[in-house]
């Protein structure tokens, strides 16, 4: 009798150190990362605003826009304003490279959200600000229920040069729970008016992404759980 009673309390706290390592594994969500260049982001997909319409288009609201490996996205600005079709060097001089299909937020000062039917790794665009000039922008990324994942500010310049010197921002996790991402930009008269090029997508398991720290905690929870019921076990 005894020892039934001693290995019922050993599969009970056993049971208790599974369950306290799933909770606290549960709770240490991956941290993304803020990531400078197309290059860095090493995007496996993306959005050629070039397929919302021509330059001058005016598009309402939200609106989809399927991704070059047929997932759709809407997109929105964060108060419900339009959106407009630019292109650089035509209906647009700035600094994106010649010919870069935009979308513009037409000075209305809402954000630029875009939200994914599924949860991807990375995304990033480059980012103008309308008036010439230096400004402060913002990327943030959010989960699957709207929760703020990380949030970024980045610096740009604003010129006419037409040389591909826009700044980009982009936002990449390892794992793919990003579901929805914001632009926005404060230039140096307090406006949040801008426009973004393509917007560059990582998703799929294809390709490596950084790790962002939370995987050593996780293993060393599991190390020690697993020593308490080894331990136990041997008893």
């Given at each position: 009798?005894?020892?039934?009673?001693?290995?019922?309390?050993?599969?009970?706290?056993?049971?208790?150190?599974?369950?306290?390592?799933?909770?606290?594994?549960?709770?240490?969500?991956?941290?993304?990362?803020?990531?400078?260049?197309?290059?860095?982001?090493?995007?496996?997909?993306?959005?050629?605003?070039?397929?919302?319409?021509?330059e001058?288009?005016?598009?309402?609201?939200?609106?989809?826009?399927?991704?070059?490996?047929?997932?759709?996205?809407?997109?929105?600005?964060?108060?419900?304003?339009n959106?407009?079709?630019?292109?650089?060097?035509?209906?647009w001089?700035?600094?994106?490279?010649?010919?870069d299909?935009?979308i513009?937020?037409?000075?209305?000062?809402?954000?630029?959200?875009?939200?994914?039917?599924?949860g991807?790794?990375?995304?990033?665009?480059?980012?103008?600000?309308?008036?010439?000039?230096?400004?402060?922008?913002?990327?943030?990324?959010f989960?699957?229920?709207g929760?703020?994942l990380?949030?970024?500010?980045?610096?740009?310049?604003?010129?006419?040069?037409?040389?591909?010197?826009?700044v980009?921002?982009?936002?990449?996790?390892?794992?793919?729970?990003?579901?929805?991402?914001?632009f926005?930009?404060?230039?140096?008269?307090?406006?949040?008016?801008f426009?973004?090029?393509?917007?560059?997508?990582?998703?799929?398991?294809s390709?490596?992404?950084?790790?962002?720290?939370?995987?050593?905690?996780?293993?060393?929870?599991?190390?020690?759980?697993?020593?308490?019921?080894?331990?136990?076990?041997?008893?």
């Amino acid at each position: 009798m005894l020892r039934v009673k001693l290995m019922k309390k050993k599969v009970v706290l056993s049971l208790a150190f599974v369950v306290a390592f799933a909770t606290i594994a549960s709770q240490l969500q991956a941290v993304p990362v803020f990531v400078g260049s197309r290059a860095a982001l090493n995007g496996n997909d993306f959005i050629d605003w070039g397929a919302a319409g021509p330059e001058f288009t005016v598009l309402a609201s939200p609106f989809t826009i399927p991704t070059n490996l047929g997932m759709t996205a809407t997109v929105s600005t964060s108060n419900g304003t339009n959106l407009e079709r630019r292109d650089q060097g035509s209906s647009w001089s700035g600094n994106f490279a010649p010919g870069d299909p935009l979308i513009w937020n037409q000075d209305a000062g809402g954000d630029i959200v875009v939200n994914f039917g599924m949860g991807v790794f990375g995304v990033g665009a480059q980012v103008q600000a309308d008036f010439f000039g230096p400004f402060t922008g913002t990327i943030s990324a959010f989960g699957m229920t709207g929760n703020l994942l990380g949030s970024f500010t980045f610096n740009g310049n604003s010129t006419s040069d037409g040389d591909n010197s826009a700044v980009f921002a982009g936002i990449l996790n390892d794992t793919a729970d990003i579901f929805s991402v914001s632009f926005s930009v404060l230039d140096q008269f307090g406006q949040n008016a801008f426009a973004i090029n393509q917007l560059d997508i990582v998703k799929g398991g294809s390709q490596g992404v950084p790790e962002s720290g939370a995987t050593l905690p996780l293993l060393g929870l599991g190390i020690v759980a697993l020593g308490f019921m080894r331990k136990f076990a041997r008893a």
